[in-house]
């Protein structure tokens, strides 16, 4: 059976190209803080990484960018080292309503501690509230963080319209880019961003690796102090191969972004047009404004761990964000946050797609999706 | 050294009923009928009962949930058909999970509820004997 894999957005395969250019990295030693001739390579290595970064986001200069080991740890530096850093300024943290858990616990944990920190409300689209936004946010506000684009419904936001008003009265925008990098073009300089994290893997990279973009003049402090790696903002001995990686993986998805997402937005197209055909289906995010490779949907009267279990005997690899596949077993705040009723989160799909994925698998997933639906609706005493 | 094995989320007996489930319907006119979840958590089943002389002849079940709320529903209708009410009665949702192999332990409270449709039903048969 062909395997089809739809869920880019939880794991994606390493580029064989990737997997290649970063083999001789793997058996060096080699601590680019050390003085010797091949501590020094190493170090090359991660400058030469930095600068594929700062290339595919069009940041000011190579002293912008710092490597981390994940989005979570880019989000948590971002969030974390700019409100301990600027306290005398205020003690307001803000983000969507449909930002990233890694961006929501650490300003809940903040708040905690003392600071005051508010939801911007969205749009059933996903789309940030501007003036909900634009109440909120005081000369308090340190940080305001708007995903560029959500991993669950696929909704890109207004970035550069939402950094004009969070730079009338804040202070800093943070956005997560993870799901958006790569996949659409991104300019810090020009949308006005000041913190951006990206996510090695989600560009094709290996594991193990993230970055964060820091606005020049930006002020944030360590959260984890070691060794001073890092502009002193990520100690840790760099993950060399990891990074090299990361680099590559930026520079490729540059060069090919128009051509690959151009061939993915059809394949998009095509399966919302076909899946929204089944009875009480319902797409979900932005008709228009939602990343190339992303699809996303809800059926009435039945449940997403059992579709993606159905699904799964077809060979189709999808996710959902009902409660029962979560560890929380609360439905997605992604889904309430857009104005589904529990009920009608529970029954979500997402699919996600990526270079494996041609025009020819179309059919057999909108068929698997097609059954699927069916059976769990005969069970359903909903119906 | 020990062997990591690679564990499924799911026993192949939850996987086989959640794939095959068996006695899915609706009986008319049903000597007992129980009702159990809500659709807002993400479980909610219904169960069906034909009875003759206490003993359970037919049963059958709807269900809207996860692979868990399917399989336990399937399993319980095994368990109970053939059985005296009284004894089916006794089922329990341990019994259920212990003959799928065993359920994920998050699983175990939200999506184990078929014990409890089960048992609905019989009070519900029990209930319209006595009137």
């Known amino acids: 059976m062909e395997r089809i894999y739809l869920d880019h957005a939880a794991s994606m395969p390493v580029d064989p190209r990737i997997i290649n250019f970063i083999k001789p990295y793997l058996s060096k030693a080699g601590n680019p803080s050390s003085l010797y001739d091949f501590g020094q390579d190493a170090k090359m290595t991660i400058e030469g990484a930095r600068k594929k970064i700062v290339d595919l986001i069009n940041a000011e200069n190579d002293k912008t960018v710092i490597f981390t080991a994940s989005a979570t740890e880019s989000n948590n530096i971002a969030i974390r080292g700019t409100s301990l850093r600027n306290i005398k300024d205020g003690k307001e943290v803000l983000c969507s309503a449909i930002d990233h858990i890694s961006v929501i616990n650490p300003m809940k944990d903040l708040q905690k501690n003392g600071w005051i920190y508010n939801i911007i409300p969205v749009d059933n689209y996903g789309v940030v509230d501007l003036s909900k936004l634009e109440k909120l946010l005081s000369k308090n506000t340190i940080v305001t963080s708007v995903m560029y684009a959500n991993n669950e419904i696929g909704t890109i936001e207004p970035i550069k319209k939402i950094s004009e008003i969070v730079h009338e009265k804040g202070k800093y925008l943070h956005v997560d880019a993870t799901a958006a990098a790569g996949r659409i073009p991104i300019d810090v300089q020009k949308e006005g961003i000041d913190l951006l994290t990206l996510s090695s893997n989600d560009l094709y990279g290996p594991r193990g690796a993230g970055a964060l973009y820091i606005k020049p003049g930006v002020k944030l402090q360590s959260i984890m102090p070691g060794g001073g790696q890092e502009r002193g903002l990520r100690s840790g001995t760099e993950n060399v191969y990891a990074i090299a990686g990361m680099g590559e993986a930026a520079k490729i998805m540059k060069n090919e972004m128009k051509t690959e997402s151009d061939r993915l937005t059809k394949i998009r197209d095509k399966l919302i047009s076909e899946i929204t055909k089944i009875d009480k289906s319902y797409l979900t995010g932005h008709p228009t404004q939602r990343l190339p490779h992303h699809a996303s949907f809800r059926f009435s009267h039945i449940e997403g761990e059992s579709i993606l279990l159905n699904m799964d005997m077809y060979g189709i690899q999808i996710a959902t964000g009902s409660a029962c596949s979560s560890k929380t077993l609360e439905p997605s705040h992604v889904l309430i946050a857009v104005g589904l009723k529990h009920e009608e989160a529970h029954g979500s799909m997402v699919m996600t797609l990526g270079r494996s994925n041609n025009m020819e698998q179309v059919p057999k997933i909108v068929k698997a999706v097609d059954e699927t639906v069916k059976r769990l609706r005969e069970l359903s005493p909903l119906t | ?131």
């Open chain 2, 1 to 131: 050294m020990m062997e990591v094995k690679k564990m499924p989320v799911y026993s192949k007996k939850v996987m086989d009923h959640f794939t095959n489930p068996r006695n899915v319907g609706v009986i008319e006119n049903p000597d007992g009928y129980g009702k159990v979840g809500n659709p807002v958590c993400g479980d909610l089943m219904e169960m069906y009962i034909r009875v003759e002389n206490d003993v359970i002849k037919d049963i059958k079940f709807k269900t809207f949930g996860c692979g868990s709320a399917i399989a336990t529903s399937s399993m319980v209708t095994e368990l109970a058909k053939g059985k005296n009410v009284d004894e089916a009665m006794k089922i329990t949702r341990n019994d259920v999970a212990n003959e799928l192999d065993g359920l994920p332990p998050q699983k175990m409270h939200c999506s184990n509820l078929a014990a409890d449709a089960l048992q609905a039903a019989i009070k519900d048969y029990k209930n319209k004997k006595k009137k």
